[in-house]
């Protein structure tokens, strides 16, 4: 048995094809909720032919740029991970630092620029050369 859903608001296409949607809905137990709906998608607790019938054509178009923006966000969370996890143990532990050798450094400190410079290169956010972790 499907949840009916009789009210939705900010839906938006996804992909050129429009054959997937990221919509709010308001779910009789959860309220105000986002959701998506996807051809792929074998849950069948929310009916998403009835809900994509609800919403019709009331739906802003794919963007690509929105698209990439979306993708440059976790682009950048990515990196901002990897500067956290790899660089940030490194660089600021003067213990650590200091023993490494100066050619070490220089490579730690290449790395950190190169992670930092992630969104100055040619094809991003959707084409990224990361840069390779100093041993």
């Known amino acids: ?3 009916e859903i009789t009210e939705y608001r900010n839906a938006s296409s996804q992909n050129a094809e429009n054959t997937k949607i ?3 809905i308001n779910h ?7 959701y998506s ?18 919403i019709g054509a009331d739906f802003a178009p794919f963007s690509q740029a929105d698209a990439d923006a979306r993708v440059a966000v976790a682009v950048r969370v990515q990196r901002d991970a990897k ?6 143990p490194i660089v600021t532990n003067p213990l650590r630092w200091a023993d490494l050798t100066a050619e070490k450094q220089n490579e730690w400190t290449q790395y950190r620029t190169d992670l930092l410079n992630v969104p100055q290169q040619a094809g991003f956010p959707n084409t990224i050369n ?3 972790k100093p041993e």
Do not use: C, R
Request: proline fraction near 10%; hydrophobic fraction near 40%; avoid cysteine.
């Open 130 to 132: 990361w840069p390779t």
């Open 22 to 24: 990221d919509v709010e």
């Open 83 to 88: 500067l956290s996890s790899e660089v940030d």
């Open 1 to 3: 048995m499907s949840i």
């Open 28 to 34: 009789p137990q959860y309220g105000w909720i986002p």
């Open 37 to 54: 709906i996807h051809p792929d998608d074998t849950d069948m607790t929310i009916d998403n032919t009835a809900l994509l019938s609800l």
